[in-house]
């Protein structure tokens, strides 16, 4: 069965980094692209970031755009989600998902169970 | 950018009832691209549908999904006790992902 399992999280001040870990576990990580995606208390889902399945391609939702990055180690099945100077705003659960492609369809078919970020002074 | 607008916000119906949600783009949009979602309270999002109407391994046939262009809906034909969540709608456009709002489906 797919694993995704975040980790990272915690209480960070506001201008400081956190970096999140997505490790992947039961499929060919490396021939998959991921996701990073987060909800904050009470609101909807939003779409963070993704990243091919060998790197070459990363796309940033403009709200993290020049503070976030994302990258993958795929030798160590593992996902990452750096955050520089963070927001109050930021603050949310954050999930890391599997992108699929099956024939002209595309979807998000595995989803970890999160981490929380909370960003306060 | 393209957004997806959900109604209604709440849906409040009996164990056994039909619901019907609704996903509004704000222009066409392939539905190849258009994504329906379960999450219950403190849990991840689960995908249900993909591609507007192929259900996701798994998922009952209880729910279909419907539509094209602008206007899409996910349908749950007879509401079992475990379907009382938030379904989100999703759209995959060229390097970027966009949710709706949410519809939560309360028990009446």
């Known amino acids: 069965q797919v694993q995704l399992v975040e980790s990272g999280g915690g209480v960070v001040q506001p201008g400081r980094s956190l970096r999140l870990s997505c490790a992947a576990s039961e499929f060919l990580f490396s021939t998959f692209g991921m996701h990073w995606v987060r909800q904050a208390p009470g609101k909807r889902l939003e779409w963070v970031a993704y990243?091919?399945?060998?790197?070459?391609?990363?796309y940033y939702a403009d709200s993290v755009k020049g503070r976030f990055t994302i990258s993958r180690d795929n030798s160590k099945n593992t996902l990452y989600l750096q955050m520089n100077s963070l927001r109050a705003e930021d603050t949310a659960v954050y999930y890391c998902a599997r992108d699929r492609i099956t024939g002209t369809t595309r979807y998000f078919d595995y989803w970890g169970q999160g981490t929380l970020v909370t960003v306060s002074s | 950018e393209i957004v997806l607008t959900q109604s209604p916000g709440t849906l409040s119906l009996s164990p056994g009832e039909r619901a019907t949600l609704s996903c509004r783009a704000s222009q066409s949009v392939s539905s190849s691209h258009l994504a329906w979602y379960q999450q219950k309270p403190g849990q991840a999002p689960r995908l249900l549908i993909y591609?507007?109407?192929s259900r996701a391994t798994g998922i009952p046939d209880r729910f279909s999904g419907s539509g094209s262009g602008t206007d899409f809906t996910l349908t749950i034909s007879r509401l079992e006790p475990e379907d009382f969540a938030v379904y989100y709608c999703q759209h995959y456009g060229t390097s970027s992902w966009t949710f709706g709002q949410g519809t939560k489906v309360e028990i009446k």
């Open positions: 591609g507007a109407s």
């Open positions: 990243i091919r399945f060998d790197g070459s391609e990363k």
